[in-house]
């Protein structure tokens, strides 16, 4: 069984920053690729940032220059530095991952909500 916690959302002033931590258990799991996704109220789910187990990375055009992905694969977890965030960052994030031999990411995690005020 696969489980997913994200960890580190919170409130923060237009501008500020926070950093989110995903922890992937799971016995024998092997990951491919780790990634965060986010959810505003009313919109559609968002791939905001990707990272391959061979570092390849991949970010939204909506937070390239901001925003920076990291990963440790001896303990599979994943970092997000958000940084110079604007309102419009406000949502849900999820950690979310594609197991080696897939090819779609998959969420597990209940999220953490990232809040920023103008």
């Known amino acids: 069984q696969v489980q997913t916690e994200e960890s580190g959302g919170g409130l923060v002033q237009a501008g500020g920053s926070l950093s989110l931590l995903c922890t992937v258990s799971?016995?024998?799991?092997?990951?491919?690729?780790m990634g965060w996704y986010r959810q505003a109220p009313g919109k559609q789910r968002e791939l905001v940032a990707g990272?391959?187990?061979?570092?390849?990375?991949y970010y939204a055009n909506s937070v390239k220059g901001r925003y920076t992905i990291s990963r440790d694969n001896a303990k599979n977890t994943a970092s997000l530095q958000m940084n110079s965030l604007k309102p419009e960052d406000t949502a849900r994030y999820y950690c979310?991952?594609?197991?080696?031999?897939?090819?779609?990411?998959?969420?597990w995690g209940r999220g953490t909500q990232v809040t920023v005020s103008s």
């Open positions: 979310c991952i594609i197991p080696e031999g897939k090819y779609e990411y998959d969420c």
């Open positions: 990272i391959t187990s061979g570092g390849g990375i």
């Open positions: 799971g016995n024998g799991i092997d990951i491919n690729t």
